[in-house]
């Protein structure tokens, strides 16, 4: 593991590991949102390498013993992979990330799209609306002129 989880982030594993819903999560934890439990865990779940409840609680127990996580029993789902597929990580021994989501995970903080109204955009959007004004008046400026040199045609005839 690369990252030590926060204290958060361990109670939220701990409780999701016990088979608590993300709303009994906040309730027991007092959090504002579910949204903050969902984000909690989601870091965990990036920092141990894994993408659901009961393989982040089966970790949590092995990377901190000092904290007993209750982990339901439950029927587990068959491996996709086969077991000879499955590589390990040398600080760990746990599976290394094989789907294209774990390692879309694995990005971290790169893997947020840029914002829409900051950086680049806004100077880009503003550039393009000053442009389009800039010919408007341009076009303006040339039908003014046309007209004064059609007036001044007419009065000369």
Same mark, same amino acid.
């Given at each position: =593991?690369?990252?030590?989880?926060?204290?958060?982030?361990?109670?939220?594993?701990?409780?999701?590991?016990?088979?608590?819903? $993300?709303?009994?999560?906040?309730?027991?934890?007092? =959090?504002?949102?579910?949204?903050?439990?969902?984000?909690?865990?989601?870091?965990?779940?990036?920092?141990?390498?894994?993408? $659901?409840?009961?393989?982040?609680?089966?970790?949590?127990?092995? $990377?901190?013993?000092?904290?007993?996580v209750p982990i339901p029993q439950a029927a587990e789902p068959a491996s996709p992979e086969p077991a000879s597929a499955v590589g390990s990580d040398p600080d760990g021994g746990r599976a290394a990330p094989r789907s294209l989501y774990d390692r879309y995970a694995a990005l971290g903080r790169w893997r947020q799209p840029p914002r829409w109204f900051g950086g680049r955009s806004l100077l880009i959007l503003t550039t393009a609306g000053l442009i389009v004004i800039g010919l408007g008046g341009a076009m303006a400026l040339l039908r003014a002129v046309f007209e004064t040199v059609e007036l001044i045609q007419f009065w000369l005839r």
């Open positions: =593991m690369t990252e030590r989880l926060t204290p958060r982030e361990v109670e939220c594993v701990r409780l999701a590991g016990a088979g608590l819903s $993300d709303k009994e999560i906040r309730k027991h934890l007092g =959090m504002g949102s579910e949204r903050t439990v969902q984000g909690h865990l989601a870091r965990a779940y990036t920092k141990l390498g894994v993408h $659901d409840r009961r393989t982040a609680a089966r970790l949590l127990g092995n $990377d901190y013993p000092e904290l007993p």
